[in-house]
């Protein structure tokens, strides 16, 4: 009988649920940011440091007020040491998510709790000042803060070479100075590019940027898009202008609008084929295609007027006997530098040959 109550017992423990080595609440946070994603969120992240024991351990932290549901949480090791298990919101305590972690050893861990700061928004705007040796690039980051948390001396990340510090009440619309870059070289020009711009010539300021560049140079950033401020030292009145997203080293253009004293015609002069390949039974297999092009660019302008022209190519080939200089972009377009007399026309020419086409 004792033997059947002692196995009974056992069976019992057996079939009870598995409990962590013991249960923990949120250390105090050593350290909160903010970081910039892309399309204008914000998340949050939060060191924190817990004792752990060795195996399993259950972990709870507090949500902020309003603050996202617990399938948006993340929370890792940055030891890589421990193994973050599952997550869950106990119904027993709203605003609350817990955690099942599983340590190789006891002590102390440290992890990050990441999640999206709730309503938190960013937008970058930015100005350039054209004055010569002077010129700067100048970055401001605009927060909406729609929601009931303040957030009182955090650094926010991902904007610029060092972190944003930042105080932001709730409710507030705030704009924040990033950073100012004296410039080096800024170029006006006017570009005709039908893929990028569009069927008519535009005026573009581009500030090139190249390799290599050291950490924090201006060169070396990402500029989200945004809106840009262009002033110029005649105190002429300021341009507005759109900035897309450009990827850290790419060059920066601003289109200014179209050059409406310029127009563009394109025409194909003559085509042909060439070098035909049969086979044994007289049929065309093979050939090469030479055409030939023009290209009319007018200025209706007093003064005149340097145009830098990318012209799409039919298709993949050889240009030949251009009548300007010639700069292969890729393999489906080229470039001229075109220079226009004051209300005159210049006539730009080149050969295409394209070869082994099949009928």
Not at 18 to 39: D, E, I, K, M
Not at 235 to 246: E, Q, R, V
């Amino acid at each position: 009988m004792l033997y059947r109550l002692a196995l009974a017992a056992l069976c019992l423990v057996g079939c009870l649920p598995l409990r962590a080595a013991y249960l923990t609440q949120l250390a105090p946070v050593t350290s909160t940011s903010l970081l910039a994603l892309p399309g204008g969120r914000v998340q949050v992240r939060q060191k924190v440091t817990v004792h752990l024991a060795a195996g399993a351990n259950e972990v709870v932290f507090p949500l902020p007020t309003g603050g996202p549901p617990p399938d948006e949480v993340r929370l890792r090791s940055l030891s890589g040491h421990v193994e973050v298990r599952a997550a869950e919101r106990p119904a027993a305590t709203p605003g609350w998510v817990r955690w099942e972690l599983e340590a190789e050893a006891e002590g102390t861990e440290s992890l990050l709790l990441t999640f999206p700061a709730p309503g938190l928004q960013w937008t970058m705007s930015y100005a350039l000042r054209l004055a010569g040796a002077d010129t700067e690039w100048q970055s401001w980051v605009r927060l909406v803060n729609p929601g009931a948390q303040d957030w009182t001396n955090v650094g926010l990340y991902g904007l610029g070479p060092a972190p944003l510090p930042l105080t932001l009440a709730a409710g507030a619309d705030s704009r924040f100075p990033l950073a100012t870059y004296p410039l080096r070289t800024c170029q006006v020009l006017t570009v005709y590019d039908q893929d990028r711009y569009g069927a008519a010539p535009v005026s573009l300021v581009r500030v090139p940027r190249g390799f290599p560049a050291e950490a924090g140079d201006f060169r070396a950033l990402v500029l989200p898009p945004g809106k840009v401020e262009i002033t110029r030292a005649d105190a002429a009145p300021p341009l507005l202008a759109d900035l897309p997203y450009t990827p850290r080293h790419a060059p920066v253009e601003l289109s200014l609008g179209p050059a409406p004293e310029l127009t563009v015609q394109r025409r194909l002069i003559s085509s042909r084929q060439v070098n035909q390949r049969v086979d044994l039974g007289g049929r065309l297999v093979m050939y090469d295609l030479e055409e030939n092009y023009e290209i009319i660019v007018a200025n209706r302008g007093v003064q005149t007027a340097s145009l830098i022209l990318t012209d799409k190519l039919a298709g993949p080939g050889e240009v030949r006997d251009p009548s300007a200089a010639a700069t292969p972009v890729d393999a489906a377009h080229v470039s001229f530098l075109v220079d226009v007399p004051a209300q005159g026309e210049t006539h730009l020419t080149y050969q295409l040959l394209r070869t082994n086409l099949e009928p």
